[in-house]
């Protein structure tokens, strides 16, 4: 911290521990301050932290909660536990914890349909042109409606993977 000297003719600003003004010999002032102007922008500038952090922590939390607690990942894919639910609507499907890990791992951008058939069988939910729909449960929401896993084709090959609620 920086003081200054008590000596009015003497504008010497330097270190708390020392007893007497290097400059003129006088006695310790003061501490010296920061002008009102540059503590208000601190406080402004506090305030825009904690208005931008407290949300995006919130934020945070809630995405890693969701994803620590998603019913669509915590088992590894398993072709033959897929194909055995094909056409079934039990609520618990199995299917769905098997999503997080079929599209990180095998479902690939480019994918040929008939790779995708390979893998996954024929599409038990919806089948169209460009959408290959497969039944994984009653699993988001209050667990009311079925979800699928949507297969997306550009031409023949494979554009994106998602989850939908229905």
């Known amino acids: 911290m920086l003081v200054h000297c008590s000596n009015p003719e003497c504008s010497a600003q330097f270190a708390d521990d020392r007893y007497a003004c290097p400059s003129c010999g006088g006695k310790v002032g ?41 019913p669509f990942s915590g088992r590894v894919f398993d072709r033959d536990v897929w194909l055995a639910q094909y056409g079934s609507r039990a609520a618990d499907n199995p299917r769905a914890s098997m999503v997080q890990h079929l599209k990180w791992a095998h479902l690939r951008t480019g994918m040929t349909r008939s790779e995708v058939v390979q893998l996954l069988g024929e599409p038990d939910w919806e089948k169209q042109m460009n959408l290959f729909s497969y039944n ?7 667990r009311m409606d079925y979800d699928s896993l949507d297969v ?3 031409g023949d090959y494979l554009s994106h993977v998602r989850c939908v609620q229905h």
């Open 30 to 70: 003061e501490p010296v301050t920061f002008p009102a102007r540059l503590t208000r922008r601190c406080d402004r500038n506090k305030r825009y932290l904690i208005l931008f952090t407290i949300p995006l922590l919130l934020f945070g939390g809630c995405e890693l909660f969701t994803f620590l607690c998603s």
């Open 136 to 142: 994984v449960g009653m699993w988001s929401g209050f």
């Open 152 to 154: 997306h084709f550009l």
